[in-house]
């Protein structure tokens, strides 16, 4: 099952919350609508998350487990963690406001896609293996992200 949710409104009012509920399987795009809160918490078979050009400042996928692709650029994340998402093989948070990033969830041999670039407060990325990250070994040689970010297995803020 496929939902696209649109917020255009006859008023002209800008919805700025949203709260998507459980459904069996779930494939979200939410785009151009200047949510500033996004709550997927209740749906914990969300597989794809698509929500960028947002003025999103929190999103937490804590019970979002079956999460394999998230696109949330172009919002106002601080943090993004998604180390309880050990399914994820697709993630850009590209133009936010990134000071942390937490991708260590024991299975970033998946994540093939992963641009994190123009976040240029973030300079740590916690990882699964930070040597291989910091030498660019696969999958992390396809990782995209600012030159002052480093990788680590332990960012501490």
Known sequence: MSINIDFKSSTGKT???IEIR???KLDSTVVYNK???LDVSKNTALNDLICWFNQISILDLDQ???LTWLQC???KLVNLDVSQNTNLDHLTCTYNQLESLNVK???NSILISFPAHNNLALACIQ???A???NNGIAPYDKWQKDAVATYSEDCVI
Request: hydrophobic content about 35%; overall charge negative; cysteine-free.
């Open 15 to 17: 919805v700025h919350y």
């Open 105 to 107: 969830n024991g299975n």
């Open 64 to 66: 979002n487990k079956s």
């Open 73 to 75: 650029d172009w919002n």
């Open 35 to 37: 949510l500033e809160t």
């Open 127 to 129: 990882v699964d293996n």
């Open 131 to 133: 040597i291989n990250a």
């Open 22 to 24: 459980v459904f069996s």
